[in-house]
């Protein structure tokens, strides 16, 4: 079996072995979980490693037909765009799965949906057809319903209801986009690379309606103002571990999409959508970064910091540059790995004080110090302090939008000064100041806490020092699409 089917078939697997157990033998249902997930993350840093970082080809494709009378097939590949994003959602289900060892409720079902949900993630990240897509795309849906409706919060339910509505009601819209697609193609055709390639013949007015039909889907996926509204609610109520895959992965699904799909297929509509496209990115940025300022909830702050976060990818890829893109693409990884890591941290102090109030604490870290350490590497690295992950991307996005659009620019510079603000008020609030007894009872970080978030905190640091690591990966792809849109 090739490489890419592997990864996508591993967790998949391991969902139907967990099927097969019986549900009283939770160990050995957690272990067979966490040894799908490894093995997935062992096949995934093996592609990156041998992933030819000179070309921007299409890798380890593999093509066979699976619905021929409509040309469908199943079309798998990789390049710079998408091969670190897809080490990274190996990485972060297996952390998150680590980490919610702690899960007693329905071990089994818990597992099941997790490693069916780290299966559809995959696909889409390596489908080149647009039904294979879509088919992927969707299969994120349940699962993700599940894990927010049953392991959820006191308004699980109704989160889980508001995440499902929203991103069927933009699945819809993108599925009338496919179709669109599909007849404007002769002969019709599901092919991503043959879409951009013919797609760019289409008439503009055609594009416009067909760029917005996808923008939907993809928007609500970022997600984009006003689609936002999903998200907080979604987090907050979502379990620790869910909301890792939430923020880190799913949330890149959107701006992937228009990336990979909308961009390179809809060139002219692209351009003539613009505007719309770079004001969107700044009130993404502003605005959740005011959002994030207000919240007394730790998980809601950085829920909104994610809002403002995905601004600056939105800013990078509305500055049609190479380094515009690679900045868009370095900090969809960069802010997976981060705020992955935020929301394991805040799972930590809440399973211990059940409580996320951020008045509520103060002077934990004389108590706390290895808690403490890490939080506030990841929140410098979050706020985009240089000499960790979270600057390269930031830098790359205002630089790139900067020659474009440098007022737009200079207006988004606002929400790096408000993040740093509500960071550091955070950080004085809740680990700074006198102690309160309150908590004295509570213990610092254990073995398998920290076995899920050092790997961020490490991986934080490396990016931070060394770019290069992802940078080199993605920049051959970057370059070639941007040859792709003309400018």
């Known amino acids: 079996m090739s490489l890419l089917s592997s990864i996508i078939l591993a967790p998949l697997a391991g969902a139907l072995v967990i099927l097969a157990i019986p549900k009283n033998k939770e160990k050995l249902i957690q272990g067979v979980g966490l040894a799908f997930a490894s093995l997935c993350l062992v096949l995934s840093t093996y592609l990156y490693l041998v992933f030819d970082k000179t070309t921007a080809a299409m890798q380890f494709?593999?093509?066979?037909?699976?619905?021929p009378s409509f040309n469908v097939n199943y079309f798998v590949g990789v390049d710079g765009l998408s091969v670190a994003i897809v080490t990274l959602t190996a990485l972060l289900t297996l952390v998150s799965l680590i980490y919610s060892l702690n899960v007693t409720l329905r071990i089994k079902e818990f597992f099941f949906w997790f490693l069916l949900l780290e299966a559809g993630m995959?696909?889409?990240?390596?489908?080149?057809?647009?039904f294979l897509f879509y088919v992927f795309w969707e299969l994120t849906l349940v699962p993700m319903y599940f894990l927010i409706g049953v392991w959820g919060g006191p308004k699980k339910e109704y989160a889980a209801i508001k995440f499902f509505v929203y991103t069927l009601f933009g699945s819809l819209f993108m599925l009338l986009g496919v179709l669109a697609l599909y007849f404007s193609t002769t002969p019709h055709t599901l092919d991503m690379l043959e879409l951009a390639?013919?797609?760019?013949?289409?008439?503009?007015?055609?594009?416009?309606?067909?760029?917005?039909?996808?923008?939907?889907?993809?928007?609500?996926?970022?997600?984009?103002?006003?689609?936002?509204?999903?998200?907080?609610l979604a987090h907050v109520?979502?379990?620790?571990g869910v909301s890792v895959i939430l923020a880190?992965?799913?949330?890149?699904?959107?701006?992937?999409?228009?990336?990979?799909?909308?961009?390179?297929?809809?060139?002219?509509?692209?351009?003539?959508?613009?505007?719309?496209?770079?004001?969107?990115?700044?009130i993404n940025i502003v605005y959740g970064a005011f959002c994030a300022m207000a919240q007394k909830d730790l998980k809601k702050m950085v829920a909104y910091s994610s809002i403002n976060h995905m601004g600056y990818c939105m800013l990078g890829m509305a500055a049609m540059s190479t380094?515009?893109?690679?900045?868009?693409?370095?900090?969809?990884?960069?802010?997976?790995?981060?705020?992955?890591?935020?929301?394991?941290?805040?799972?930590?102090?809440?399973?211990?004080?059940?409580?996320?109030?951020?008045?509520?604490?103060?002077?934990?870290?004389?108590?706390?110090?290895?808690?403490?350490?890490?939080?506030?590497?990841?929140?410098?690295?979050?706020?985009?302090?240089?000499?960790?992950?979270g600057f390269v991307g930031e830098f790359l996005c205002f630089l790139g939008?900067?020659?474009?659009?440098?007022?737009?620019?200079?207006?988004?510079?606002?929400?790096?000064?408000?993040?740093?603000?509500?960071?550091?008020?955070m950080i004085e609030k809740v680990f700074l100041g006198p102690f309160n007894e309150k908590w004295a009872g509570l213990k610092d970080m254990t073995a398998r806490e920290l076995i899920a978030i050092v790997p961020l905190a490490a991986l934080t640091i490396v990016i931070g020092v060394w770019p290069r690591v992802c940078l080199d990966v993605i920049n051959p792809t970057i370059t070639y699409l941007v040859g792709v849109m003309g400018k």
Do not use: C
């Not at 995959?122 to 647009?130: N, R």
């Not at 109520?237 to 620790?240: C, D, H, L, N, R």
């Not at 207006?411 to 550091?424: D, E, K, S």
């Open 61 to 67: 494709v593999e093509r066979m037909p699976w619905i």
């Open 122 to 130: 995959l696909g889409v990240f390596v489908a080149l057809d647009f």
């Open 197 to 232: 390639r013919q797609g760019s013949l289409l008439p503009l007015n055609k594009q416009i309606w067909i760029f917005l039909a996808l923008y939907l889907g993809f928007a609500i996926k970022v997600p984009a103002f006003p689609f936002h509204t999903w998200l907080p």
């Open 237 to 240: 109520e979502a379990p620790t």
């Open 248 to 282: 880190g992965i799913l949330l890149k699904m959107g701006t992937y999409g228009i990336m990979r799909v909308s961009f390179p297929v809809l060139p002219a509509a692209t351009k003539w959508f613009l505007p719309f496209l770079i004001t969107i990115a700044v």
């Open 323 to 389: 380094i515009g893109y690679n900045g868009a693409v370095m900090q969809m990884i960069t802010h997976g790995v981060i705020t992955g890591s935020l929301f394991l941290l805040v799972g930590v102090i809440y399973d211990r004080a059940h409580t996320r109030d951020i008045d509520a604490f103060g002077g934990l870290a004389a108590r706390f110090p290895v808690y403490a350490g890490i939080m506030i590497i990841q929140v410098m690295a979050s706020l985009g302090l240089p000499g960790l992950a």
């Open 401 to 425: 939008a900067f020659q474009w659009w440098p007022y737009y620019a200079a207006i988004g510079a606002i929400g790096i000064l408000v993040t740093a603000a509500f960071f550091l008020r």
